[in-house]
């Protein structure tokens, strides 16, 4: 399969939902090569990721959060790696029926072949998959940098779900949304675990996916939503984790959960409760300008953008034009769980609310109207809140509490 493509990490191989492989749709029934294998992997909205043949996948149960890996193909374990962990963070409060167990996505470095995973209750530990997991290091974040219980936001309910956002890999280092004392993002050695710097940015962390990257006039940079702000934080030399733009962005019940989506120097972002609405905005190293805010909105899943149209799927399948905010379409019933990948046949798949997977037209060939193109009905009993995976032609749907189906979407 030339077009096969590894997913690595957090939304994909370029983080940001679009990927370089074909739905696999030729008319009729799809996902067309049926149903490959199923499994339970352990409680958690942690997303699986696929490199070289294998699944890896993070679940908590009974105590203690696994990594296991998994062979793509069959589902035959290939090996696994268990430590203790409690089912919530130790500063939890509130939704306790819906936030149990990782939420935050591993990351894989092909360079080294370390898988780095964090738990809810900050256990960030590095793992060797080229010698069948072995411990590189670890550290807790609790411990290592106090991070405290979030405070209450706004007239809504106190909450705090631990720690759910998913490192990345940059270059040397780790970053990892902390919080706390030393800085919102902190950056590690990816080889050793040392802390290298920590932003200026001394926010809480975030309920959110992740660090995107994003280059300002030249600059690298790293964007986050913490608690209180969408904080775009240096990565050139010399001025590591200094702030280069900052936007006021907090959402009640701490709940900024969709991750921002980057284009060029722009930024996405979204959330409901005091907000519903999503706003695009331009970042330049003196401020940060806001180009349009429209009264649309996502809850949990992540903008897509891709020629100048943005996608997501909450409730509805929203169409927009990137450049004005505009809509261009909506349609469909999704419930509240969804997340997107846009496909290199420049279609849309969508898993949502129980685990219902739909293959959609974009804009491409449906500019003025949401066009389903299939549907397949919904496969588990719980939300299907982690991230849909398609990689060497399977697409890998789970939902949070545990349960994982892998379906191929070529012809047998």
């Known amino acids: 399969m030339a077009w096969a493509e590894d997913w690595p990490g957090w939304r994909g191989p370029h983080r940001n939902g679009v990927v370089a492989e074909p739905s696999g749709w030729q008319g009729g029934d799809w996902p067309a090569g049926g149903l490959l294998w199923q499994g339970q992997v352990g409680m958690g909205a942690s997303s699986p990721l696929v490199v070289g043949k294998q699944v890896l996948v993070l679940g908590w149960n009974e105590g203690a959060d696994t990594l296991s890996a998994l062979d793509a193909a069959t589902g035959e374990a290939l090996w696994r790696q268990t430590y203790p962990s409690p089912q919530y963070g130790r500063h939890a409060v509130g939704d306790e029926g819906l936030y149990a167990g990782p939420t935050s996505?591993?990351?894989?470095?092909?360079?080294?072949?370390?898988?780095?995973t964090l738990s809810v209750d900050g256990e960030l530990r590095c793992w060797n998959s080229r010698r069948r997991g072995r411990l590189v290091w670890r550290r807790n974040l609790y411990e290592a940098y106090g991070m405290p219980q979030r405070p209450q936001i706004g007239r809504s309910g106190q909450r705090d779900y631990g720690y759910t956002t998913s490192p990345l890999?940059?270059?040397?280092?780790?970053?990892?949304?902390?919080?706390?004392?030393?800085?919102?993002?902190?950056?590690?050695?990816?080889r050793t675990g040392d802390a290298r710097w920590g932003s200026a940015c001394r926010d809480p962390a975030g309920h959110t996916g992740g660090p995107v990257p994003i280059t300002v006039e030249g600059i690298p940079c790293m964007c986050v939503l913490s608690l209180f702000h969408l904080v775009v934080v240096r990565l050139d030399a010399g001025h590591e984790g200094q702030t280069l733009a900052e936007y006021e962005w907090f959402t009640?019940?701490?709940n900024s959960i969709a991750t921002p989506a980057v284009e060029g120097s722009d930024v996405l972002v979204t959330s409901g409760y005091n907000h519903e609405t999503i706003?695009?905005?331009?970042?330049?190293?003196?401020?940060?300008?806001?180009v349009w805010e429209a009264p649309y909105h996502s809850k949990i899943c992540s903008p897509v953008i891709y020629q100048g149209h943005v996608y997501w799927a909450w409730r509805s399948v929203y169409c927009l034009d990137f450049a004005t905010g505009g809509l261009r379409w909506q349609?469909?019933?999704?419930?509240?769980?969804?997340?997107?990948?846009?496909t290199a046949d420049e279609r849309l798949i969508v898993l949502a609310d129980r685990g219902e997977l739909y293959l959609l037209e974009t804009h491409v060939r449906s500019?003025?109207?949401?066009?389903?193109?299939?549907?397949?009905?919904?496969?588990?009993?719980n939300d299907a809140w982690p991230h849909v995976v398609l990689s060497g032609g399977?697409?890998?749907?789970?939902?949070?509490m545990g349960h994982l189906m892998v379906y191929s979407v070529m012809p047998p």
């Open 169 to 190: 890999v940059h270059g040397d280092w780790l970053i990892v949304e902390v919080g706390g004392s030393e800085g919102t993002l902190m950056a590690f050695d990816k």
């Open 105 to 116: 996505t591993p990351e894989y470095d092909a360079q080294t072949g370390y898988v780095y």
């Open 394 to 400: 399977r697409l890998y749907c789970k939902d949070r």
């Open 331 to 342: 349609g469909g019933a999704f419930g509240d769980a969804g997340s997107c990948v846009l």
């Open 279 to 290: 706003c695009r905005l331009h970042i330049t190293p003196q401020g940060v300008e806001k």
């Open 367 to 381: 500019p003025d109207q949401y066009t389903e193109l299939a549907r397949l009905a919904a496969m588990f009993d």
């Open 252 to 254: 009640d019940f701490a």
